[in-house]
Structures are given as C-alpha cells and as structure tokens.
C-alpha cells in the first residue's frame, strides 16, 4: 500500500529545526551537512577500540545531520559520523547523543542482525552504481552485520568478516568499523566518485534515520568524491565447504550422507557458487501463517545455495518468473553472479535434477544512466512432459519524486500453451506521502512454472495513495493511513473481482502500537468483507508481545482469525518466540510455534523449535558451532523440515578447505 494525505503544522517543522539547531551548537555549518563528501585518506589507522578521538578522525572526514527516512523531518537527538580509508580498509565512526540508559544493545556477535538495537548502518557501492550496494551495521557492542551486494550466504570463509567496535558513553554512544576493500566486488583502481549513505536507527523512537534523504532512491545517495579506489588482488581461491553427516532414524535405520559447496571468484566482480548433493533436509523451514487467501502463498526461502547473489537474479517483483521454491530438490547447482560491465550485472543459476529435470534463470540489469534501469531475464524448466520458457524485459525510471515503469513477460509451457503478462504504472513520492497507479494485463496462458504468479486471466487497474506522519513532539511516534483500489475483469469482458482496502495505524513513544483496516471486494460474484485490528508492545525485538484479531465473510461463510505472537528475553544469552493462531472459517484450524534458543558463546548455542498444527506435532532440538573460520558442527535431534516429528538423530560437521590457483 502507498501514502494518502499529509499535514503538519508549519510550527512543528519550525520547532524541529530549531532543536537540532541548538543540539548542533557550533558544528551546524553547511560543509558539515553537505552530502558531496570529498574523500579522506587515513593519516592514522585508526585502532578498532570503540574509542572516537580527534587524533584518530580528522575534522574534515566528519558530517553531521540526519534526517527520518520515510518523512524528511530532521532527528531531535544529534548524532554525528566519519569515513576515511587507505589501500586496505574503509574506516567508519558513528557517535550519538542520547540518554545511554535507553541504548539497547543485546546483540554481541559477528554477522548477525543488528536491527533491533541501537545501530548505524554505512552503504557504499565500490562501483558507484546506484543498485550494487554494500551494507555494514555495528551497534554499541561492537556487533556486526554484513549485507554485501548481491546477497550471500551465511558462512564466514564466504562472506567475509569486518572489525567492530563501540561503547556506552556518558552522553550516549560511539562506534567504530574497519571494512576491508577486499570484502567487496571492487571496479578497476583509480580515482572515482563512489556513492554512499548512512542510516542510523533510534530504539527510543523505534525510527530509522539517514544522512541524506532519498525517498528509498539509490541516484540520489551522496556521493563519496574522489576516492582513491585501490588495486584489489582478489586471490585466486577455489572454498570448498565439504559436509558430512551421520545418523540414526526410526523406521529407516542408518542415516549418511555427504556433499559439497564450492565458490571462486571468477573476476574481482564475478563470483561463481557451485554445490553437489545440496543438505537441504538440516535447513530449518519457513512457516505460513493459517491466513486466508484466494491465492497460492509461498514461504521464505532460507536455503544457502539460492540466497547467493539473489539480489542479481531479478525476474519480477510480487511476480516472477522464478521462485526458488519451485525446485524442492536436485543433484548439482551452479550459481553465477556479479558485475560484467560498468553498468550492468548478471545473475544466472542451474540445477540438474539427473533424470528428472534441468532448471535455469539468467537475469541482467543494466543502468546506461542513474536513473533509468532496464532488467532482461530468462528461465526455463527442462522436464519431460513439462517444459516450460519464460522471459521478460523491464523498463524502470525515476525522474525526482516521480517514477514510471513498465513490464513485459511471456510464457511458453508444452501444457499451457503461450501467454503473456504486461503492467505499466507510475508513482509519486515526496516525504511521508506517496502514490501510485497501476495497469495490468495477463492472458489466461500466461503460466511460469518455475515462478510464482497466482492470478491470471484479466486486466485492470490499482491505485494507492498512503501518507506516514512522525510527529516531532507529542504521544505519538508515527502514524500512517493509507487506501488502495483495484479493478479487475476477465479478457472477455466478464466481470472478475475488485476490492477497497484501508488501514490506519499507530505506535507511541512508549512503544505501544496498534492499528485497524478493512477490506471490502467482490471476488468473482462473492462479496466478502474482513476488518483487521491489532495491538502490541514491544520495545525492541527481542521482547514485546502482539495480538490481532479478524472477522469477516468469504464466499458466504464467515471468518474469525485470532493470533498471538510473544517474544521474550529473560537472560542475556536466552531468547524465546512464541505464536498462536486460531482460525475459523468452514472448520476450526490452529498453530501453536516455540522456539528457544541459548547462546553459550559467542559461536556456539542449543535451540529448538515445536510446531503443532491442527494436531500434528513436529519438534527438534540442536547444538550448534558455528560462524567462525573453520569447522562447523551441528548435533540434531528430529527433523526441521518434517511435518510430524521424526524419532532421529544426526552428527552433521563442515569443514571449509581453500585451495589457491
């Protein structure tokens, strides 16, 4: 859904500005605030102590100024950073002023999430592209998270590490990082103009803030000037990730298996993934919700091999051509991605299923100019009785506060026959407001078989309009509200479904939050209406509690849905997570999940989760060691994946081997 209206009194944005002017003291020159940043060398390496000094962090590598986000009002609480580099490393440092009393700072680990403590998070694209971003987080702990472009997996020797580290401060908190270039996929040195932006995220206010406002647009980040860009020397390294495991099931007697996971970079840009005999059964699984829906749903994907380079494989938006899900299992993979030109990517995979089927997507993007995006894709299911093409060409532009699109896709499946589906649309966006129409066409052909498309067979339009309101004083942290319409008909002519949908919600400075919607349509012939509501209190992540409750009418028959979902940390090293879901609709369906886990150190824990669904029981236990360098091992009781528990037990270890070439 997008924004709606939007009005503040011109006395609060008077007032904004006057508190920071007066947080900023002396240090509110324009130079300060502005995001062309000339690039600094590091005259001293800074010592990773969490320590920020004048000696360490010249003057002119700092700036102040942050701004919400989502509404382009400036923060009430100053917080400052610097940035400096040399051959080796990106140096990072971030400072707040705030009552430390409130900084959550939970997580302590390496590359984890980060997001529900007290963060700042540095993005840079090393190839001033506007969609190939790297981001680094780090909290008060020194805690870190990593999200290179393009995605990757979990596993140290893979994704890399940084150095953090931070404190608690008499008048808030400060952090320090050392990123190195090598850590990233780095274009040719010279001197060049990078792209950066850093976000800052306040648990007081349970609100995100960024240097500089960009109306989620990449092509307006600051830019990084004159950056040194060094000479990278990726080594010529061949990460082999063998695994092995043993066990014992009931029924089936002994368990043994055993596979590889390969990666090398193919250029300083281009990474190649491989994996034979993939575990995909010791992969914990995604779990619906029992929400009621017309149309297919699919999980999370949370397989390593797949999340590789995910963000290169662009085959549609909440459509697309491939849907990982779509390939439950197979022998052999390849996975190819990264940057082939100044202005292009690639991402391609296969998979052989020997026997049974091949599955390929290839997907390019190209910027010829930062605001315009072009994305080519194309994927094919190689199977007996079931082949099946499918290709698409996307035009993508942002021209300031607006933006246009348009997307074609075709389908060429031996059963279904050939089809198509073309939408093109336009929004607008400026500060917490923004808008959108939509025109949409799919023939009753149109069938992607490794993708997900749940609707075919009709055109029509959809608009939205949705407004989000931070206030800068008052009970209220935010509020949003927002509408969306949408009408649909069949490609005769008949009449397919439309629908009027709408929300307002709420959080308060006291981190209670809790909102209301509702949604009116008419879905072939049956008039079905549902109002939503839901209420919570969480301060952070890792404790709060939320309950929501829905009713309404499908297809004549009525609907309630009450859920309950609780998370709670009642150690420093315990976390727990509950849900309960209770539904009627034509018969009574629930879901009950728990899951635990505790941390022994910083590499090592014991966790489980119990699913019972509509009488049906599945739980596990497991120890795990891992995300350091080295050896993994993972000790588990039952299966993850199953629907009912499984009397097994299975010693599973991986041991990363690298071999130079």
Same mark, same amino acid.
């Given at each position: 859904m997008m924004p709606l209206w939007r009005r503040l009194p011109? @006395?609060?944005?008077?007032? *904004?500005? @006057?508190t920071f002017t007066n947080a900023q003291g002396t240090q509110s020159s324009s130079d300060l605030t502005s995001p062309n940043f000339p690039a600094v060398l590091a005259k001293t390496k800074p010592t990773i102590d969490g320590k920020v000094t004048p000696e360490e962090w010249p003057e002119e590598a700092r700036r102040i100024g942050f701004v919400d986000a989502d509404t382009n009002l400036t923060s009430d609480e100053f917080a400052e950073f610097w940035i400096t580099y040399d051959e080796t490393y990106i140096y990072f440092a971030g400072r707040v002023k705030t009552d430390p009393r409130k900084v959550i700072r939970d997580e302590y680990r390496q590359n984890v999430s980060v997001g529900g403590n007290d963060n700042f998070t540095f993005q840079v694209s090393t190839t001033g592209q506007p969609n190939n971003f790297n981001g680094f987080s780090? %909290? /008060?702990?020194?805690?870190? @998270?990593?999200g290179l472009a393009g995605g990757r997996a979990a596993k140290t020797e893979w994704l890399g590490e940084i150095v953090a580290n931070g404190r608690l401060t008499d008048t808030g908190w400060e952090c320090e990082m050392q990123i190195p270039w090598a850590i990233m996929n780095v274009s040719s040195p010279g001197v060049r103009d990078l792209r950066f932006n850093v976000y800052w995220f306040r648990t007081n206010k349970q609100n995100t803030y960024t240097f500089k406002y960009s109306r989620n647009d990449s092509t307006l980040f600051p830019t990084w000037k004159n950056v040194q860009v060094p000479a990278v020397v990726q080594s010529r390294t061949l990460n082999l990730l063998p695994y092995g495991f043993a066990g014992v099931q009931e029924g089936s007697g002994l368990l043994a298996n055993a596979g590889l996971d390969f990666k090398t970079g193919l250029t300083n840009q281009l990474n190649l993934v491989g994996t034979i005999n993939p575990d995909f059964r010791n992969v914990e699984s995604s779990i619906l919700s029992l929400d009621f829906s017309y149309f297919e749903r699919l999980a999370n994907e949370n397989r390593p091999f797949f999340q590789e380079g995910a963000n290169f494989l662009r085959t549609g938006f909440s459509n697309r051509l491939f849907a990982s899900q779509r390939i439950p299992t197979f022998d052999a993979g390849i996975n190819v991605y990264g940057q082939i030109a100044p202005t292009a990517t690639i991402g391609a995979l296969t998979t052989v299923d020997f026997g049974n089927r091949r599955a390929t997507a290839i997907s390019t993007v190209i %910027?010829? *100019?930062?605001?315009?995006r072009w994305e080519i894709a194309y994927v094919e299911n190689d199977e007996s009785g079931r082949n099946n093409q499918a290709g698409m060409l996307n035009f993508l532009?942002?021209?300031?506060?607006?933006?246009?699109?348009s997307t074609n896709q075709f389908t060429n499946d031996q059963v279904q026959g050939s089809g198509w589906r073309t939408n093109w649309g336009g929004g607008y966006q400026d500060g917490g407001f /923004?808008?959108? *129409?939509?025109y949409l066409n799919i023939s009753a052909d149109y069938f992607p078989r490794l993708g997900f498309a749940p609707e075919r067979d009709l055109q029509g339009y959809i608009a939205s309009a949705n407004q989000e309101v931070t206030p800068a004083y008052g009970p209220l942290n935010s509020y949003s509200i927002g509408l969306v319409g949408l009408t649909y008909d069949r490609l005769d002519g008949s009449f397919y479904r439309n629908a009027i949908e709408g929300f307002f919600? @709420? /959080?308060?400075r006291s981190h209670i939050g809790g909102g209301i919607g509702f949604s009116f349509s008419n879905f072939e012939g049956s008039s079905d209406r549902v109002i939503n509501s839901g209420i919570g209190y969480g301060p952070d992540p890792y404790r709060g509690i939320n309950l929501n409750y829905s009713f309404g009418e499908f297809s004549g028959i009525s609907y309630d849905n009450i859920s309950l979902s609780w998370r709670y940390k009642p150690a420093n090293r315990i976390q727990i997570n509950g849900s309960s879901e209770f539904v009627d609709f034509d018969g009574h369906m629930t879901q009950h999940i728990l899951a635990a886990r505790y941390d022994i150190g910083r590499y090592e824990s014991v966790g489980g989760r119990l699913v019972l669904q509509d009488g049906d029981i599945n739980w596990y236990l497991s120890y795990r060691l891992s995300g350091k360098r080295g050896a993994e091992y993972f000790l588990l009781i039952g299966d993850p994946r199953a629907n009912v528990f499984q009397n097994r037990l299975v010693l599973k270890a991986v041991v990363p081997i690298a071999i130079k070439y």
């Open positions: 011109l @006395a609060t944005l008077f007032l *904004v500005a @006057a780090t %909290n /008060s702990n020194g805690a870190t @998270a990593i %910027n010829p *100019v930062p605001n315009d532009q942002n021209t300031g506060k607006f933006n246009w699109y /923004s808008t959108g *129409v939509e919600d @709420a /959080s308060t």
